[in-house]
């Protein structure tokens, strides 16, 4: 089993930054694709970034590439989104997510994903 707690969610004005971070539990933390998923209010959950286990190969959702950066700590089992440039329409809850095969981290695919956090709060206000 893997736990993972989000944290680093807030209020931000339109073209400020945040740093979401995600703590593991577990001792296989270095083997598995990592990603952060989002869901605004009325709207399905969708893939923000991914990361492969070794964290040298990401993935990004058009809409936020060039403003996203994922990047993960195996020694701290910690995953990491840095956000630039925030937009009033990157306002949503986002989820941490683990478990995905290397293989599949490229698709975006919350299906890929055995463990869920429970989400933290972004809000861009413009």
């Known amino acids: 089993q893997v736990q993972l707690v989000e944290s680093g969610g807030g209020l931000v004005q339109a073209g400020g930054s945040l740093r979401l971070s995600c703590a593991a539990s577990g001792r296989t933390f270095g083997t598995y694709a990592m990603g952060w998923f989002r869901q605004a209010p009325g709207k399905e959950r969708e893939f923000v970034a991914a990361?492969?286990?070794?964290?040298?190969?990401?993935y990004y959702a058009d809409s936020v590439k060039g403003r996203f950066s994922i990047s993960r700590d195996n020694a701290k089992n910690t995953v990491y989104l840095q956000m630039h440039s925030l937009k009033p329409e990157d306002t949503a809850v986002y989820f941490c997510?683990?478990?995905?095969?290397?293989?599949?981290?490229?698709?975006?695919?919350?299906?890929?994903?055995?463990?869920w956090g429970q989400g933290t709060q972004v809000t861009v206000s413009s």
């Open positions: 990361l492969r286990s070794s964290g040298g190969v990401t």
């Open positions: 997510a683990a478990g995905a095969k290397d293989s599949s981290a490229y698709r975006g695919d919350e299906r890929d994903y055995d463990y």
